[in-house]
């Protein structure tokens, strides 16, 4: 939600969608490999290798990517950041969604603002500043803004560290499921052909 822009017709869960997608499409193919095997089609097991292997390539290219636009992303990141201030001071139905969600994430790791600071917030400070108020004045991470002692720290540098955190390891987990996947439709091929080798003999 701090990163769709406050744009309601974003969708913050595509990614999810997009695995629950990819699972369905697995349980197919798996489905398909048990029936040829069962029947000993070699079309279904011919297809069921093709689907592990696109399947294995789109992973193995959507890592490199990542890799490669890691930079890219890093510039839209700050960009979108930047652009997001406007919504802490503003009244509408969208800019109150992102102001929601930025409290929480303020709650959480002690931080106020996105990137000046309170003085983000602008007239919805005071409606907003428990969710940054310091438990105590001599804090020295602390600072007093409009009557208030809220954290001097900005979200926009603990809101970079999380993204990065994240997109590591996504990139982590689809090279590991690309290393698994390519032994396993090795040994699948393996024993496929072994069996093949014993009908015929």
């Given amino acids: 939600q701090i990163l769709s822009s406050g744009d309601s017709s974003t969708n913050p869960y595509v990614a999810v969608n997009i695995l629950i997608a990819v699972g369905s499409i ?14 000993e089609s070699r079309c279904m097991l011919l297809l069921f290798f093709i689907g592990l292997l ?9 890592g490199i990517l990542g890799a490669t636009f890691k930079s890219e992303s890093e510039r839209v990141l700050n960009e979108t950041l930047y652009e997001n201030i406007k919504l802490l001071s503003a009244a509408d139905n969208d800019a109150k969604a992102f102001q929601k969600a930025l409290a929480e994430f303020q709650e959480e790791f ?3 603002g996105l990137v000046n600071g309170a ?14 108020e310091c438990l105590s004045s001599q804090d020295s991470a602390c600072t007093l803004y409009d009557g208030k002692y809220v954290y001097k720290q900005p979200c926009i540098s603990l809101i970079k560290e999380v993204v990065a955190k994240h997109i590591l390891i996504v990139i982590g987990i689809a090279f590991g499921l690309a290393v698994i996947e390519v032994q396993y439709n090795l040994a699948s091929l393996t024993l496929h ?4 080798l014993f009908i015929n003999s």
Avoid: E, H
Avoid at 54 to 62: F, K, S, Y
Avoid at 119 to 132: I, L, R, T, V
Avoid at 193 to 196: A, D, L, Y
């Fill in 54 to 62: 696109l399947i294995l390539l789109l992973q193995v290219a959507a």
């Fill in 119 to 132: 003085a983000d917030w602008g007239n919805n400070f005071q409606q907003n500043f428990k969710s940054c």
């Fill in 193 to 196: 052909s072994f069996s093949c």
């Fill in 110 to 112: 002690k931080c106020c």
């Fill in 26 to 39: 697995i349980m197919i193919l798996g489905f398909l490999g048990c029936c040829g095997a069962m029947r």
